[in-house]
């Protein structure tokens, strides 16, 4: 455990000096400090993170807790620098896609989809999109945004998805899905 109790502003300042004013993604696969403990932070189905029950409002703030955020193998998410580890909760998945864009028309289309946290996702195979629960009364689809990472897709966001939706053929016959960068993502059954 270290000296200091664990704050969002603590942390941040951590990693600030750890990484400067970069942009880039820190490698935090490459990571493996001792835990540290839990922090009492929370990332809400809808994307909103929490402190103590009190939501964080510096977007600025979020976007670098999002940038240091790991799913280890446990199953558990943690918060990390190169010298500490926070187990956090997350209610579904740590980030919520949103705002749709498309280049392009039926199967050679590419889709992109943003974060709230500003990440810019084209649907491919690095950015796989899928469905829990299709063809149930409240599926749940996502897309990965990086390593092990993924983000719920917003409801409306899903229903203009549904939109572009066609039958699939061969292997995915009886599905409909949408078409992303020369591939086919079930999203429903047909029918």
Do not use: C
Not at 3 to 27: H, Y
Not at 130 to 144: L, M, N, T
Not at 160 to 168: F, H, K, Q, R, V
Request: charged share 25%; net charge negative.
């Amino acid at each position: 455990m270290t000296e200091q109790a664990a704050t969002p502003d603590r942390l941040a300042e951590q990693v600030e000096q750890e990484l400067g004013k970069s942009r880039a993604i820190p490698p935090v696969e490459k990571w493996n400090p001792d835990f540290s403990g839990e922090m009492d932070m929370r990332i809400a189905r809808n994307g909103d993170w929490f402190y103590q029950g009190t939501k964080l409002s510096r977007q600025s703030l979020v976007k670098l807790f999002s940038s240091i955020l790991k799913l280890d193998d446990d199953g558990a998410y943690y918060l990390v620098t190169p010298v500490e580890k926070f187990r956090i909760t997350v209610d579904d998945a740590p980030f919520v896609a949103h705002s749709l864009e498309r280049e392009g028309e039926g199967p050679g289309q590419t889709l992109w989809l943003t974060t709230n946290t500003g990440d810019r996702l084209r649907v491919d195979d690095e950015h796989p999109l899928w469905v829990d629960g299709a063809g149930k009364d409240e599926p749940s689809p996502y897309i990965r945004v990086r390593r092990n990472l993924d983000a719920l897709i917003e409801r409306q966001t899903f229903y203009e998805l549904a939109s572009l939706a066609l039958e699939g053929e061969g292997e995915h016959a009886g599905q409909l899905g949408v078409f992303s960068a020369g591939n086919f993502y079930p999203i429903g059954n047909a029918g």
